[in-house]
Every structure is written in C-alpha cells, then in structure tokens.
C-alpha cells in the first residue's frame, strides 16, 4: 500500500482469498515439478498472512516431502530485521526507511526431501 494507497478502496476481503486460493493450487501444483533436493521459492509482494506465511504452513502440512529452509543473512545482503522467527523473508515499510522505505514482500525457501 506504500505506493498504491488506493487499494484498501479498490480491493476487498474477497480478492485477498481468491488470490489465497490461486497461491495454494500454483504452489501444489509446483510441488510436483520439483527435484528430490531441489528448491521451491513461494514469493508474494503481499503482507497479508493469508497470502504469505499461512500458505506456507498450509503447504507443509499438505507435503510432507518438503522442509523450510531458513533464509540467512547473508543471503540478503544482511539484512538480518529481514528474517522473521520462522527463517522466511518479511520485508517491511520501515527497513532501509533512511532510503525510502522498501516495498512488503514475503519469501520462503522450501527444499524437497525425497
């Protein structure tokens, strides 16, 4: 919304679960198309929980096969404030806000077992 102050008057509850349920069917159908210790990376430019980090659990307790793999610093040039309890990636408003802020956005590295 930093940029788009306008999309709590154009965006309802509604569109935030269809975008939940797309997220859900793209990330299973992923699932299959990935190697035995291969990476799955679940992006969205979304800070809505229902788009991020639920879809993630979601997608675990359905696919056992896979695991989080925590995201490092290092990786991110860092920004360890970046890095939320569960090793996922939440950017936020305020990081680098000397810089103008950065955008929300979610991340999290999932690795195929078997």
């Known amino acids: 919304m930093r940029r788009h102050p ?6 309802s509850a509604a569109d935030i679960a269809s975008c939940a349920y797309t997220a859900q069917e793209l990330l299973d159908a992923a699932a ?3 190697a035995p210790k291969g990476n799955l990376v679940f992006a969205v430019c979304s800070l809505e929980p229902e788009e991020g980090p639920e ?7 359905h696919h ?3 695991r989080r793999v925590p995201i490092v610093a290092s990786e991110i040039f860092g920004l ?3 890095i ?14 000397e810089k103008g ?8 590295r999932l690795e195929r077992a078997r």
């Open 80 to 82: 360890a404030e970046c």
């Open 6 to 11: 306008e999309l709590p008057w154009i965006k």
């Open 101 to 108: 802020g950065m955008d929300g956005f979610y991340a999290a």
């Open 84 to 97: 939320d309890g569960t090793g996922d990636l939440r950017t936020l408003p305020c990081h680098l806000a």
């Open 64 to 66: 056992c096969e896979f």
């Open 55 to 61: 879809q993630v659990e979601y997608f675990l307790r």
């Open 32 to 34: 299959g198309m990935v």
